[in-house]
């Protein structure tokens, strides 16, 4: 029988296992609400974008289960304006994409949930994180996670989430890339690096969810990004709950992130709405292209 979940965070920090079981407990609710949570809310969320009904519900149910658990002081979520705050005595700050790709939910595609724990007040660097975890709703439920101890993944079961794999690196060299945004937006030397990569047979694998198409990276190498575009520049990702929680987990799997010039995780955020261009992947692809832009 292979390892469970709970006994794999036996060597962590006791209070931090404890998060990381608890938001573990809410996967095999939201995998099946997502069967009946369909279509859009009337509304947008601080980014601009139509919410779906999903969306909503996922934020509030995730919220609300990390109140109940006492141990998180504020949440950071793509879904909300603010900060919310939670308990005055918790320990843990959140940040929260309740629903990545969520755009995928009516093509039956993948999505996912992005967390990221700190213990510093929020906004702060990424490298300040302690923690970071996702949950991918895929034909199968999985969940990766990392406490500075390498990345783990585990399956869910009947008997709730058991280890995977141990200690997971990006093989070398990568085999896929997968880049978000219209490739005629992309500015001329990351097309061209691109290219390089297209003649030096990198196949293309492009989901439309970050935490899906991070996945296919961290088993099979080589580089996500969501990059710096002409008419965006600053991409589309969310620094906070999603690039920053995805750089903690990369970096941990030997891997890198970059917004262009440096790492992601030494970002200084501006706010808690802040995009940052993302290139993510295998260090020397990623140092690659930091020479190239
Ligand atoms: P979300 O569903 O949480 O809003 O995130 C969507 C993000 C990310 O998951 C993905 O990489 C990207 O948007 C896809 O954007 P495009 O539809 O522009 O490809
Ligand atoms: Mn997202
Ligand atoms: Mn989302």
Redesign the pocket.
């Known amino acids: 029988m292979a390892k469970a979940l709970k006994e794999h965070l036996g060597g962590i920090d006791s209070e931090l296992a404890s998060l990381i079981l608890k938001i573990s407990d809410l996967a095999s609710t939201i995998s099946s609400e997502l069967t009946y949570r369909r279509g859009k809310a009337d509304t947008k969320n601080v980014f601009g ?1 139509l919410q779906l009904i999903a969306d909503k519900w996922a934020d509030q149910f995730i919220i609300d289960e990390l109140r109940k658990s006492e141990l998180v002081k504020a949440v950071v979520s ?1 879904e909300q304006p603010d900060l919310v705050k939670l308990n005055d005595t918790g320990i843990f700050n959140i940040t929260l ?1 309740p ?5 995928n939910i009516e093509s039956n595609n993948l999505v996912g949930t992005i967390i990221g724990i700190y213990k510093e007040d929020l906004p702060t660097q990424g490298k300040r994180q302690i923690a970071a975890m996702y949950i991918l709703y895929g034909p199968v439920t999985t969940l990766v996670y990392t406490a500075q101890n390498g990345v783990h993944e585990f399956l869910h079961t009947k008997e709730g989430f058991v280890l995977k794999e141990e200690n997971i690196t990006l093989p070398e060299p990568g085999k896929l890339y997968g880049i ?2 219209l490739r005629k937006d992309w500015l001329p030397s990351f097309r061209r690096y691109i290219e390089e990569l297209e003649l030096a047979g990198y196949k293309l694998r492009y989901g ?4 899906g ?1 991070f996945n296919q990276i961290l088993h099979y190498g080589g580089i996500f990004a ?1 990059p710096a575009l002409t008419t965006k520049p600053n991409g ?2 969310r620094l906070l709950v999603e690039s920053n929680t995805m750089s903690f987990i990369v970096e941990q799997a030997g891997g890198a992130s970059t917004n262009g010039t440096c790492s992601i995780l030494e970002v200084e955020p501006e706010g808690i709405t802040q995009r940052v261009p993302t290139y993510i992947g295998n260090k020397a692809l990623i140092e690659k292209l930091e020479k190239i832009l």
């Open positions: 974008e793509e994409d629903l990545d790709g969520s755009s978000g945004g439309g969810s970050f935490v198409d969501y589309k990702l």
